[in-house]
């Protein structure tokens, strides 16, 4: 499990008497669990019961199988306990990165084997008046946890961009030189 921090808006950042932060959550998780569903599972049921005393995160899950999800997670906020958050499995072949800013916009609702979310990941937004369900999208299909939970700001976008990039970069360069030396 590897985490970065997104921070997300204010007013979701601190729980009342939550007690596990995102480095305890980590931690309990990895001493209870061996496949990445799993640690989806028991990180969520932790935050549920004792709160979620952290900032917005983006935590990367993999296991031996070759399981790799990726999961946003921010607080209920002051008044409610645990998190709303969604994990979405990256596919065979693929990498993901993040840093200090999530990456998970629209998500599927009926592909259980690749997305999972909380139940309240919508309606908690509206509550709290930072998403409004749109006339031609009354399902909400088209919401977007980053853009709602963790609008990017030209600083955001400049510091995480730049650094995801030469993740991928790394990676493609690293590609590319291999298949130059296959040539030989």
């Not at 607080?75 to 596919?91: C, E, L, Q, T, Y």
């Not at 961009?161 to 030469?166: E, G, K, N």
């Amino acid at each position: 499990i590897a985490e970065t921090t997104f921070g997300g808006i204010e007013q979701l950042q601190n729980q009342k008497n939550a007690k596990i932060d995102y480095g305890s959550l980590i931690y309990i998780t990895l001493q209870r669990t061996k496949h990445a569903i799993e640690a989806i599972h028991t990180m969520t049921s932790l935050m549920d019961e004792y709160g979620y005393a952290s900032e917005g995160e983006s935590f990367s899950l993999a296991d031996a199988n070759g399981q790799v999800w990726i999961m946003e997670v921010i607080s209920r906020g002051k008044d409610k306990v645990g998190s709303v958050w969604v994990a979405m499995k990256i596919p065979d072949g693929y990498i993901s990165a993040h840093s200090n800013q999530a990456r998970i916009t629209t998500f599927p609702r009926d592909k259980p084997e690749e997305c999972l979310y909380a139940e309240d990941v919508v309606d908690l937004a509206k509550e709290i008046g930072i998403y409004q369900s749109a006339e031609d999208d009354p399902q909400d299909l088209q919401f977007s946890f980053s853009d709602t939970y963790n609008p990017v700001t030209f600083m955001g976008a400049r510091a995480s961009d730049a650094r995801t990039w030469s993740i991928f970069s790394l990676l493609s360069n690293n590609n590319n030189n291999d298949d130059d030396d296959d040539d030989d």
